[in-house]
Structure formats: C-alpha cells, structure tokens
C-alpha cells in the first residue's frame, strides 16, 4: 500500500510553512475523509457505526468535518465529551470509554446523556445501583488477545488494566442480574496494530460466544487496531481484506442471535495520521565524530512517539528535494533525549530548511506539552484547496495563564 502522504506535494508544505511559521503541524482534510470513507466502505453492505477516537486529535475543525461524514466519537474523558458536544455533535452519537475514573465522572456523563461503556466491575456495581435498569449501558470485555508487539499501546493482553476479563463473566451478570440493568452493548479495544484478520476475529468470537448472556444488546463494538504505514513496505491492515471477514462473521452472528446488531469501531490513527504532517526547521547542522545532528525547532514537547513509543516517522527535507542523500539523526532542542529519527538519508541539510515528519496527525498535537516553557505549534488545515489557520501559536502569555504569583 503506498505511503499516501509521499503525494502531498511538497510545495503546499512549504506554503504553509512560509505562511504561518514553523513548527507547524499540517493536516490535509481530504485524506482524513478518504481514510474515514475507505474504513465506512469496507464492511458494506453493513452500515457501521465509527466512532472517531478524539484522542488522537481533536482540533474542532476535524471534529466538524468527520460529523459531516457521519462519524460519532470515541471520548475517553468528561472534558472530550465536551469538547465533542461543542463541536455539535449529539450525545447519542459520543461513546464514553473511561478507564479509571471517578464514578461523579460517569454520572456526570449519564447527565450529558451519552453512552456510557464500563470497564470494571466495581464501576458496574455502582452503576448498578444508582441507575438499574434506567440507563442502558455497554462494557468492555477484555478478551485477552494480544494484537501488536509494543505493550503500551496494545491494551489486550492478560494484564493490562484495560477492560473486564472474559474469565470474570459470571461477575458481570450476577451484578447485572441483581440490579436488573439493561445492557446494550458488548466492547473491546485490542490493541493498536491489527494486521491479521485471525487475531481479530478470534477476539470477535470471544464476545460473539458472550452475548450469548446478554438478550437485549443493541450493539458491538470492536474497538479499533487499524494500522496504517509509518514505513514504506511495512505490512498494515488491509481493510479491505479484513473488512469483508468482519462483515461475515458478524453477519452469521446476528443470524445466531436471532436479530441484526449495529456494529461500531472507533478508529483514531487510521483516521488521522497520515493526513498530518510537523514543519519544523533546522536551527543548526552539527557534525560530531561520528554524526551529523540536524537540530530542529521542535522536540519532544511537540511530537512525543519517536522517543515515547519508538515510533517510527518518516522526515523530509522539503526544502531542498534534489539534493544530494546524506546520513543525518534528527533532533530537536530541549533538554531530553529527544531524537526524532536516527541515521537518516535526506536530502543534504541546510541551516534554514524545513523538514516534513510524517504521520503527525494522530496522537501528535494532543500529546504536546510546555516542557522547557516551549510553547506549542500552531495548527493549520488544507481544506477545499485553501490553507485555514485552525489553532493559532501559543504565545509567551499562555504559558503562565494559570499561574498565581503568591510571593511578591
Ligand atoms: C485510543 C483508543 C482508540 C483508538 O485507537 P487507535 O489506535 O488510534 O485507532 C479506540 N478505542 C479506545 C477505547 C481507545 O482508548
């Protein structure tokens, strides 16, 4: 599959950045909505429910434009259901996944009347009893299937704090039982890189073979776990291959059943992260004994993965694309380890130019921080074929905006 971000020509970039400064993060609009339209299409003819995962970016401007494709959101804290209902969307349309919070949080919720999905089973048992049967409600299954290799982002496996175990079944519908609640739907969020169909469905039949308990579900959701391509030849989720097995076993399953269930996802990355790109531009070339350091105007304040994760993201010098290829680590300024890439072929870097990193749309900006009192970038969209300032720079101001000077 190519890396689609290879065709976002390289002048619009340089556009931007020239425009707006650097660093900058860039989201081209009209890939978010071909990732959003190839995910919805690959399980026709069901209609499937995607729950966009906010998390992973949740400028308002995207928000907007995925409500008009017909997405919902995936909220895992109160202030993104805020954020979700600003953006217009209606609380019907907000799934609330929350793990670990207080339970004033998720009735605060149930007021703001989105849905809510449970994850333990001391929440389930206070829930029980506020609410009964009045409020419908989901929860997530931990099905212990393991998808991907990096234990901080696959949330499936046997100890993660993610979800109630499938072994603690019988729990569940002796709370369910005794406070006679109404359960709508079954969930699970395996993990971030979904690559074999069979892992998956292996979780799928899993909740498929625990429904069996629950009569009145509305509803499954299977999470997310669509990977996209961080490296050119890497192996990702083929959608379209994954979608049509879905659809199947989920088909048979409604037969099974005995009525047809709505099927939701929640996707993030899939949705985000190939549609956005971090400008930044190099403040020096160093060549050390053994390296040449490109040190940029960014770090780890702004874009977290390569150091968090190890993630790997692809860098270009789009301000110099003829030059010749050298080896170069990319770093940025703070006062951390903070490499974006190691042993890199550029084009030769020159003080002054501006370097693309790629897949910076999910879990890039909404990961930022102020650390060395740096301030945030700006965000820009490429919509419509015009380039529109959607989060303006933070400035000096903002970074003692909440601060109280007690001493004098
Ligand atoms: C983070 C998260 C997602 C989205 O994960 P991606 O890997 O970005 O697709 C979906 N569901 C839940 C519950 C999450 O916490």
Redesign the pocket.
């Known amino acids: 599959m190519p890396i689609q971000n290879i065709v976002m020509s390289s002048s619009i970039l340089l556009e931007a950045a020239n425009q707006f400064g650097t660093p900058t993060y860039f989201y081209d609009l009209n890939v978010t909505m071909n990732q959003y339209r190839k995910l919805y299409n690959a399980f026709k003819p069901l209609e499937v429910q995607l729950h966009y995962?906010l998390?992973?970016l949740n400028n308002i401007n995207i928000l907007r434009v995925l409500k008009s494709e017909g997405a919902g959101l995936?909220a895992?804290s109160i202030e993104e259901i805020h954020l979700g209902l600003r953006a217009g969307y209606a609380p019907e349309k907000i799934m609330y996944?929350p793990n670990c919070v207080s339970f004033s949080e998720i009735q605060e919720a149930v007021e703001l009347g989105v849905h809510i999905n449970l994850d333990n089973l001391s929440m389930l048992e206070k829930f029980g009893n506020e609410y009964g049967s009045r409020v419908p409600v989901c929860i997530r299954v931990n099905p212990h299937i393991m998808a991907g290799g990096n234990a901080n982002i696959s949330v499936g496996h046997i100890d993660s704090k993610f979800g109630i175990s499938i072994h603690q079944l019988r729990h569940v519908c002796r709370i369910v039982e005794n406070y006679g609640m109404n359960i709508i739907g079954l969930h699970m969020?395996t993990g971030?890189d979904i690559i074999d169909p069979d892992v998956f469905l292996r979780g799928a039949d899993l909740l498929y073979h625990a429904a069996e308990q629950f009569p009145d579900l509305k509803f499954m959701d299977f999470?997310?776990?669509?990977k996209v391509a961080y490296q050119e030849g890497e192996i990702v989720t083929d959608i379209e291959k994954i979608g049509v097995r879905i659809t199947e076993s989920f088909q048979e399953f409604c037969k099974s059943y005995g009525r047809d269930l709505e099927l939701w996802f929640?996707?993030?990355?899939?949705i985000v992260s190939e549609c956005g790109k971090l400008l930044v531009s190099t403040n020096v070339v160093k060549q050390t004994t053994s390296t040449v350091f490109v040190g940029v105007n960014s770090g780890q304040n702004h874009l977290l993965r390569p150091m968090f994760y190890n993630a790997y993201h692809k860098i270009d010098n789009i301000s110099n694309p003829n030059g010749d290829r050298k080896l170069y680590s990319i770093v940025g300024n703070i006062c951390e380890s903070d490499t974006f890439g190691y042993d890199r072929m550029l084009n030769e870097v020159r003080e002054g130019d501006v370097l693309a990193i790629s897949n910076a749309g999910?879990y890039g900006f909404s990961m930022s921080n102020q650390y060395n009192a740096r301030l945030r970038p700006a965000e820009v969209m490429l919509y419509n074929g015009e380039l529109h300032l959607i989060r303006r720079r933070e400035t000096i101001e903002d970074l003692y905006r909440t601060e109280i000077p007690v001493i004098e």
């Open positions: 995962a998390k992973a995936d895992v996944t969020h971030s999470g997310s776990g669509f929640e996707p993030g990355k899939y999910a």
